[in-house]
Structures are given as C-alpha cells and as structure tokens.
Nanobody
Framework: QVELVESGGGLVQAGGSLRLSCAASGRTFSGVIMGWFRQAPGKEREFVGAMYWNARSAFYADSVKGRFTISRDNAKITMYLQMSSLKPEDTAVYYC?????????????????WGQGTQVTVSP
C-alpha cells in the first residue's frame, strides 16, 4: 500500500503562487494516472488535473488551465502542483490521488488511494 502525503499548502494573497507536493511513501505510485483534486467547504471534491505517470501528458480543469501545472520527479516519487495567479475561488483542501481504476480521471470515485490533503487559502 502506497501512502500519499501532500504538503506545501498555506495562505497566499490573490495573484500569488504555491507549489504543492505529493510524495509516495512506498516504492512507486500504483496507478498509470495520478490526479489532483480539491474540495472547498460545502462543495463536492472536484477535479483539478491529472498526469500519466509514465508520460509527459497532463490534463487540467478549465478553471485552472493556464495557471496550474503538474509535474513529477520520478527519482523522488513525488508529484507537484505548481499554482500561479491564484484566486480566492481556488481556496480549498487539495488532495492527490493514486490507484486509478478506470472510468475517467475526472471522477474521484475512480481513484483508490488518497492523501490527507493540504489546505490552500487565497485571500482577496
């Protein structure tokens, strides 16, 4: 079982940047696709982006496209989410996800392993 640990969240002003990390404690990530999701208070968990672990392809929600970038470090078994031009509406707990089971990477139900989340708060 691979344990995922997110870090890098915090409080930032609108227009600022943060880089989130998702480190795997096991040998490697389990799935072909890794995902980032977020959940704001009172809202459902929503897709932010996803990356094929063995390729350079990444996909993003329209709300973050052009502002967020997913990358990875194979040697460190770590995935990153670089967030720029942050907006107050980006405020949420951010989660990384592993063990994709198929059925579409947009949906949290299709990932079997999650980190504990890291809080991102963007002030106006």
């Amino acid at each position: 079982q691979v344990e995922l640990v997110e870090s890098g969240g915090g409080l930032v002003q609108a227009g600022g940047s943060l880089r989130l990390s998702c480190a795997a404690s096991g040998r490697t990530f389990s799935g072909v696709i890794m995902g980032w999701f977020r959940q704001a208070p009172g809202k459902e968990r929503e897709f932010v982006g996803a990356m094929y672990w063995n390729a350079r392809s990444a996909f993003y929600a329209d709300s973050v496209k052009g502002r967020f970038t997913i990358s990875r470090d194979n040697a460190k078994i770590t995935m990153y989410l670089q967030m720029s031009s942050l907006k107050p509406e980006d405020t949420a707990v951010y989660y990384c996800a592993d063990k994709y089971t198929g059925g579409g990477y947009l949906y949290p139900r299709n990932f079997g392993s999650w980190g504990q989340g890291t809080q991102v708060t963007v002030s106006p």
